[in-house]
């Protein structure tokens, strides 16, 4: 088992570009997060969906936008980027909610 | 909204030292988790504790929750260079959305060897 994946592993984008990040997981989990990630700010909630179909906000949605179109799928959306998007972003799924999460290896994402 | 602060934000230590982290929640839990990443790695789950008051070991690793369910410790024994990393606390809110976690900023360990 791949476990979570997430690709790209790095991106650069000019301010104003629009760009999707893919999380895919083969535990068939329910819930999927994605996360964004800061120095000294710990892991901060974008997303989340608790089921195929479905999403809901985090802490810091603005922004961003997901979809969950597909059980193991869970896309991150950025549809006009800003420097303060600059961040390394991590997707997370588990079998349910406050449950353990697995995580993926991490998103770098630099916005110019 | 629920709020988990942790402390320190920085360890460091020689090796064969003790090190501690501490978490502490604005509401209470119903249960709380830890994480570890390496540097350039991912957060890996640790471990769970659920009850009020439970104290649960893996190795030189001591994991504690409080008794009103609102604080939870990391405590390492003799420490070991491999036991570098941030350290981070999740706790699980008890109310109704409790599909969340709320993390905690971080502890990093360093050890000097």
């Known amino acids: 088992n791949a476990g979570v994946t997430q690709t790209p592993k790095f991106r650069v984008l000019k301010t104003g570009q629009s760009m999707t990040l893919l999380c895919a997981q083969d535990?068939?989990?329910?819930?999927m997060y994605w996360y964004r990630q800061d120095p000294g700010m710990g892991l901060r909630l974008i997303h989340y969906s608790v089921g195929e179909g479905t999403t809901a906000k985090g802490e810091v949605p603005d922004g961003y936008n997901v979809s969950r179109l597909k059980k193991q799928n869970f896309l991150l959306g950025l549809e006009s980027a800003a420097p303060s998007q600059t961040s390394v972003y991590f997707c997370?799924?588990?079998?349910?909610?406050?449950?353990?999460?697995?995580f993926g290896p991490g998103t770098r994402l630099t916005v110019l | 909204g629920q709020q988990v602060m942790q402390i320190p934000q920085y360890q460091h230590v020689q090796e064969g030292e003790d090190f501690t982290t501490y978490c502490n929640s604005s509401?209470?839990?119903?249960?709380i988790q830890w994480y570890k990443q390496r540097p350039g790695g991912h957060p890996v789950f640790l471990i769970q504790l659920v009850k009020s008051g439970e104290v649960k070991k893996q190795k030189r690793l001591t994991f504690q929750f409080g008794e009103a369910k609102k604080n939870s410790s990391l405590h390492i024994t003799a420490t070991q260079t491999t036991d570098v990393g941030t350290y981070f606390c999740a706790g699980r809110g008890s109310g109704g959305s409790n599909y969340k976690l709320t993390f905690g900023k971080g502890t990093l360990l360093t050890v000097n060897p």
């Open positions: 997370a799924s588990s079998w349910t909610g406050g449950n353990e999460q697995f």
């Open positions: 509401t209470t839990l119903s249960n």
């Open positions: 535990m068939n989990h329910e819930y």
